[in-house]
């Protein structure tokens, strides 16, 4: 099982017009974060603290359409991140492979169950950064 497990989001760096909206999708994707947690079958494959989690649950959407190997750069990250998902026999491998001496990789997942945590992931990540921010954020949620 997998669970992509998101903390309190914030936005604290998140600059807002008179209305209390933000002026760009890309500032709501760089500056609304959260802690993230990438956990299967209780164990822990990456950590991270403040994690653009917005911009990550919309490359997840995107990947979702188009699958292949889920690679994802961020705005906000100096590097790829280090975690992928890749096709393996029968369905999908979480590998973190931040240092290469160590590369670390979850069992293989069906297709579903991918599915599953990342669609729990982005309707967490929607319903925090609504309750958050307001409605008007709905617009920059992919």
Same mark, same amino acid.
């Given at each position: 099982?997998?669970?992509?497990?998101?903390?309190? !989001? !914030?936005?604290d760096d998140l600059?807002?017009?008179?209305?209390? &909206?933000? &002026?760009s999708r890309a500032e709501v994707n760089v500056h609304v974060e959260a802690d993230l947690a990438i956990v299967q079958d209780g164990r822990e494959l990456y950590a991270e603290i403040l994690f653009p989690v917005v911009e990550l649950s919309a490359a997840l959407k995107a990947w979702q359409h188009n699958r292949g190997t889920f690679e994802y750069e961020s705005m906000s990250l100096a590097e790829r991140w280090a975690v992928r998902f890749v096709p393996a026999e029968g369905?999908? &491998? *979480? *590998?973190?492979?931040?240092?290469?001496?160590? *590369? !670390? &990789?979850g069992g293989v997942l069906a297709t579903h169950e991918m599915d599953a945590a990342v669609d729990e992931f982005r309707e967490r990540v929607r319903k925090s950064t609504v309750d958050l921010l307001g409605e008007w954020i709905t617009e920059y949620l992919e």
């Open positions: 099982m997998l669970e992509i497990h998101c903390g309190d !989001i !914030i936005a600059s807002l017009d008179a209305d209390g &909206r933000s &002026r369905g999908w &491998r *979480v *590998v973190n492979d931040e240092d290469p001496q160590r *590369v !670390i &990789r």
